[in-house]
């Protein structure tokens, strides 16, 4: 058996996330009962002088009683109506539950859009920050009554690895209808629970299913928030949440693949966005950019897909169509045609001094192959 994990005992600073068969009923209404037992339990870690921050998922699992649904909708208009009933009566819960014990929350509603624009990004960052310091619970979900297929989390644990880095959380804690990560599906025979994981050689073989009834994620988006979060992870069910917050050995513990060695604007880039293009690099400027970590000159574009405009995030290809790095564009998508190929000081020369500039500079990229 795993020792006490000293590292979730001893945070100053923690993210828990909920999702939504956590939080509700079969019939997709709110258990308030869970939703009772679960606040004690932050609210005494709270007590004890860590900083929490609730990432709780819910808000169209509990707008579909209310609204005469037997499952989760599969149109996203439905699910925003959803979301717009459910969201009000879920922070309303939290906070009756939180006020018993003296704990003012606060509701933050973030979009995957939010994340993608720096300047959202870094008012999210600072909102939760100021919360904190006024000794408030922020209670954070995914603003599903606005975000579209497009601009959607999709889930929150990505959301959960996110907030734990824009709060500088210690550790996260991801709480599921299921108590473990397992080998297979636990219902089968053989199933094993995977007690640690150190890395992706632990995750070989492992079957990673799909998601329930009411809710998007799956044991694939913790697995993948685990790898994002650069923190110690914890992964059980939510009636395991007082000794997992205690540091007790339960259910799955992710140890941080490597230190937080991103800064926050390479971290936004690698995990907060999507490419809005792509532009496509000759074999030179892959070597250069994914090797050297050079910045991408002109010269080596060969190629420009989509519709993008200066400062969007753009996907960096390889001759395969690989994406080997993301990065925030420097022109056009109309512009960069005329540039391919072309040397900055010719550019400077022909079109003027402002086209003496990368395509992406690299302390605006980050590198997404491997070397």
């Given amino acids: 058996m795993s020792t006490r994990r000293s590292e979730i005992e001893k945070a100053r600073s923690l993210v828990v996330k909920a999702g939504s068969s956590s939080l509700t009923?079969?019939?997709?209404?709110?258990?308030?009962?869970?939703?009772?037992?679960?606040?004690?339990?932050?609210?005494?870690?709270?007590?004890?002088?860590?900083?929490?921050?609730?990432?709780?998922?819910?808000?169209?699992?509990?707008?579909l009683g209310p609204l005469g649904l037997a499952r989760r909708p599969r149109d996203l208009a439905t699910q925003q109506a959803a979301a717009s009933v459910g969201q009000g009566l879920l922070f309303a819960q939290y906070t009756a539950a939180f006020a018993r014990h003296g704990l003012t929350v606060g509701q933050v509603l973030?979009?995957?859009?939010?994340m993608m624009r720096r300047s959202h990004?870094?008012?999210?960052?600072?909102?939760?920050?100021?919360?904190?310091?006024?000794?408030?619970?922020p209670i954070v979900n995914e603003n599903d009554t606005v975000a579209t297929d497009e601009i959607r989390f999709g889930d929150n644990d990505r959301l959960a690895a996110l907030v734990a880095h824009l709060t500088r959380a210690d550790a996260l804690i991801l709480l599921s209808d299921v108590d473990a990560l397992y080998t297979?599906?636990?219902?089968?025979?053989?199933?094993?629970?995977?007690?640690?994981?150190?890395?992706?050689?632990?995750?070989?073989?492992?079957?990673?299913?799909?998601?329930?009834?009411?809710?998007?994620?799956?044991?694939?988006?913790?697995?993948?928030?685990?790898?994002?979060?650069?923190?110690?992870v914890v992964l059980t069910d939510a009636a395991s949440a007082e000794r997992a917050l205690a540091g007790e050995p339960i259910g799955t513990y992710f140890?941080?693949?490597?230190?937080?060695?991103?800064s926050g604007r390479h971290l936004w880039l690698a995990h907060a966005t999507t490419g809005h293009g792509r532009v496509l690099l000759d074999a030179g400027a892959v070597e250069a950019v994914v090797r050297r970590r050079t910045s991408l000159l002109p010269a080596g574009v060969t190629g420009v897909r989509g519709d993008f405009a200066a400062g969007d995030?753009?996907?960096?290809?390889?001759?395969?169509?690989?994406?080997?790095?993301?990065?925030?564009?420097?022109?056009?998508?109309?512009?960069?045609?005329?540039?391919?190929?072309?040397?900055?000081?010719?550019?400077?020369?022909?079109?003027?001094?402002?086209?003496e500039r990368e395509i992406i500079h690299r302390d605006r990229m980050v590198i997404l192959a491997d070397d």
């Fill in 184 to 232: 297979g599906d636990p219902r089968r025979p053989g199933a094993r629970r995977v007690e640690e994981v150190h890395g992706p050689q632990d995750l070989a073989g492992i079957e990673l299913g799909a998601s329930g009834r009411v809710g998007t994620g799956g044991m694939i988006t913790k697995v993948e928030a685990a790898r994002i979060a650069g923190v110690p």
């Fill in 121 to 137: 990004h870094r008012n999210a960052q600072r909102t939760l920050a100021q919360l904190l310091e006024f000794g408030i619970v």
């Fill in 255 to 262: 140890h941080p693949e490597s230190p937080r060695l991103m």
């Fill in 25 to 63: 009923t079969t019939a997709g209404t709110i258990d308030v009962a869970r939703i009772d037992a679960l606040v004690d339990v932050l609210a005494a870690r709270r007590a004890a002088g860590t900083e929490i921050v609730f990432v709780s998922s819910g808000a169209i699992a509990a707008g």
């Fill in 313 to 355: 995030p753009v996907d960096l290809c390889d001759g395969d169509g690989r994406v080997v790095a993301r990065g925030l564009v420097n022109y056009d998508a109309a512009e960069i045609p005329d540039l391919m190929g072309r040397s900055t000081r010719w550019l400077a020369r022909e079109l003027g001094p402002e086209y």
């Fill in 110 to 114: 973030l979009t995957a859009d939010d």
